[in-house]
């Protein structure tokens, strides 16, 4: 059954109509109107705007979530910190080298433009 406002055909009409007397989602719309939709008994929200999931709660449901999230290895904690190791050890490496050169220059035995 569609709802009429004089000749002008509002829509289907629901069970959660305007004069709905249960709780309502009331979430801030992308219109910038509040959601008119009913909201579920545990968290007070509707299905788009907090739905029934309240995510992952134990340490196995946390660790699986983190690992389905991965989409490459690259910016795992692990390899992060691989690669800050091997940046350390590339700057003392660097840094040794420059010494060893400075006094290489400084003894006479290589030249200077080198």
């Known amino acids: 059954m ?24 009331l979430a801030k719309t992308r219109r910038g109107t509040e959601c008119q939709r009913a909201a579920y008994k545990n968290n007070g929200r509707c299905r788009l705007h907090g739905g029934l999931s309240t995510g992952a709660r134990t340490p196995e449901g946390l660790q699986r979530i983190s690992e389905a ?10 390899k992060l910190e691989a690669q800050r190791h091997a940046a350390e050890v590339g700057r003392r490496v660097m840094g040794e080298l420059k010494r060893l050169e400075r006094q290489l220059v400084d003894a006479g035995l290589m030249p200077e433009d080198a």
């Not at 569609?2 to 989602?25: A, D, E, H, M, S």
């Not at 999230?69 to 692990?78: A, L, M, S, Y």
């Open 2 to 25: 569609k709802l009429t406002k004089g000749n002008v055909t509002i829509g289907i009409q629901t069970r959660f109509g305007p004069n709905w007397p249960g709780k309502r989602c």
């Open 69 to 78: 999230n991965i989409k490459h290895g690259r910016q795992t904690k692990d």
